[in-house]
């Protein structure tokens, strides 16, 4: 049923508008995520929030029911033996830390919070919670890799880490519009 809702679908501004004014609290689980899928292959960059409709005059359609078929059977059957989590990030780590566990973070960009959405205008990772990940990963049994932008704060929160300095160019809409940026990987844990 769920590939069958999407079956019609093609890559239309007007379909993508529309997706993307539908409140997700209104649909059926199915419709939910038909809604998620079409709306992560059609916008720019895979936006959350902010979404812009993605196209590329040199590039084929984005939204192929023809190809999403056997990528989702790919990610099912790479993914059918992990356990996957919800919880918060500070509960997960305290529940699965011991020596031998390595974490991989990846918060938000500091200072671009709310890219990720919000829970009532509160976004779903507060800046308060960069000093909150340091001060528990100063503390973990297992390792930690974090990769997140290179900023001034970033550094002084995580001043008790190594650090890997990395040049990356982002590249979302082609390189025409690539961008050169720093980032950070943090490294770090096995204290106790």
Known sequence: PF????????????????????DPSTLLDLERAARFIYLQR????GKVVGRGF???P??????????LGPMLEAVHERLSSVVIERLPWAEFIRRYDRPGMLFYLDPPY???????GDDAGRPLFAREEFEQMAA?????????????????EVR?????????EVDVTYSVGG???AKKAGELIILGGGSG
Request: hydrophobic share 40%; aromatic share 14%; proline share 3%.
């Open 136 to 152: 528990l990963l100063a503390t973990i049994k297992g390792r930690f890799v974090l990769s997140i932008n290179d900023h001034p």
């Open 54 to 56: 993605g196209v590329a």
């Open 175 to 177: 390189m025409a519009n």
């Open 156 to 164: 002084r929160i995580f001043a008790g880490f190594d650090f890997d």
């Open 110 to 116: 500091y200072g671009c919070e709310k890219d990720y």
């Open 3 to 22: 590939m069958d809702m999407m079956r019609f679908e093609l890559t239309t501004r007007a379909r993508f508008e529309d997706l993307v004014r539908t």
């Open 42 to 45: 059609t916008a720019f960059g």
């Open 58 to 67: 040199s590039n084929p359609a984005r939204f192929d029911i023809n190809k």
